[in-house]
């Protein structure tokens, strides 16, 4: 199966294709979710080995899964927490007033930057809407501009308002030179965010077509 493309900085690249043309597989094969079969895996044109999800995390590769309830939350915990889950490295000696203060101030930050309508940064995020979750997932996607972010399906189950948002957010990283992959079924969707779309059937790239 071939899937070579490439991604230049700011572009913001679809994948659309049928269920079972394995487009989510792409992303976990880049975001080391899934072992890569042979072929390489550049990024800024240095070669990424061995690519674990924490090691993608370190390269500047954030992932927005498909099931956020699964997959994305803790649904259980506080809004603050679920934003710096994938970050506590820079955010060490939890236990400290300082680094507390720091995890509010970053949570406060993305909350504000992906407009997120909660009561506030210590509420649980069982109790947010699917679109305000989802919100929550992107932000703690973009704590530490990554210079790609993996998207599946970012807004299913999501409802107009939080989709138009989620839009806006999309295109302010891509204006920020994040580079973005996003699955969607969505063809419109695909259409009207991205620059190119990645064809795929059977696990390969059939066809590269610029949206414009």
Known sequence: HHATFEI???EIVGVAGLIGSNRSELLYALFGLDAVDGGTILLDGEPITGLSPTKAWTKGIAYVPEERRTQGLILGEQVRHNITLSHLDGLSYLGSILNQRKENRISQQLSDAV?????GIRQRVKQLSGGNQ???VFARAIVEQPKLVLMDEPTRGVDVGAKYDI?????ELSAQQ????MVSSDLNELIG?????LIMRHGAIVNDVRSD
């Not at 839009?167 to 295109?171: K, T, V």
């Not at 994040?178 to 992959?181: A, M």
């Open 8 to 10: 230049r900085a700011g």
């Open 115 to 119: 407009q997120l309508k909660s009561t």
């Open 134 to 136: 989802q919100k929550v």
């Open 167 to 171: 839009y806006q957010l999309i295109r």
């Open 178 to 181: 994040t580079s973005i992959l």
């Open 193 to 197: 965010l991205c620059d190119r779309i």
